[in-house]
């Protein structure tokens, strides 16, 4: 929910639709859960499990995928934190080898420059953790990326170049037959034609979209489009 507040802050209709689309990519790959352990809690109470998890963890991949999520559980709140932790993550993988460790350290704090509008910073991060994630051929994860990168340019009010990106995230997914995220991707590419007023290009994207979600019975997917 905090992402969604985030981005109606810098824009009303149509950065729901980006938000939308941007926590889609944020949690659709975001980190492996430790082994034997499942977070159902409320973020207050996750928080402290994962802090009660840490004070005995030993120095390994669990302990990683530990700091990364709290990096990111804190990341709006706390940000100073929340690099902290994100930097813990990512010594303690590179220490290990562990790629996928590192690379969601990397993602992390992007994430945590763009909150704080420190949009170069983040833009840097975010190529480093796709370099990582495409060692380890974690492909959402390099999508996730490219999107993350896609709406930094959004709110820098870069529109060819969130384009550019949201299209690789687009091939990324196409290639992989994910149809949920290309319907997506179609959706957020045609908010940003609408954002520069070209309707058509807009409208041919929203119609891509919508042909896929209905196909897939994606309720929520439509009813963006027709929004």
């Known amino acids: 929910k905090f992402v969604v507040r985030y981005f109606t802050r810098h824009r009303r209709v149509t950065t729901r639709r980006v ?11 975001f980190i492996p859960m430790v082994i034997g ?13 994962l802090l009660t998890l840490l004070q005995n963890q030993k120095e390994d991949t669990n302990k990683v995928i530990i700091l990364n999520k709290l990096s990111w559980e804190i990341s709006r709140s706390e940000p100073e934190r929340a690099f902290t932790y994100a930097s813990e993550a990512e010594k303690l993988s590179e220490n290990l080898n562990y790629k996928m460790g590192l690379g969601i350290a990397f993602k992390n ?9 420190e949009n170069a910073k983040a833009l840097t991060y ?30 820098l009010s870069s529109y060819n170049q969130a384009i550019e990106y949201y299209m690789k995230a687009l091939d990324v997914f196409m290639k992989s037959g994910m149809k949920e995220n290309i319907a997506n991707c179609y959706s957020v590419i045609g908010t940003v034609y609408q954002e520069q007023a070209n309707y058509p290009k807009s409208l041919e994207y929203y119609f891509k979209s919508l042909a896929i979600s209905q196909e897939i019975g994606d309720a929520a997917g439509v009813a963006i489009c027709y929004s």
């Not at 938000?19 to 790959?29: Q, R």
């Not at 159902?40 to 928080?47: D, T």
Request: hydrophobic share 45%.
């Open 19 to 29: 938000a939308l689309f941007y926590l889609l990519l944020i949690f659709s790959f």
């Open 37 to 49: 352990i499942h977070f159902a809690f409320s973020q207050n109470a996750q928080i402290d499990s």
């Open 109 to 117: 704090t992007g994430w945590i420059y763009a909150n704080t509008g």
């Open 126 to 155: 975010y190529n480093k953790a796709i370099d990582e994630f495409e060692k380890t051929g974690h492909i959402q994860g390099v999508a996730a990326c490219y999107g993350n990168i896609g709406i930094t340019y959004y709110f």
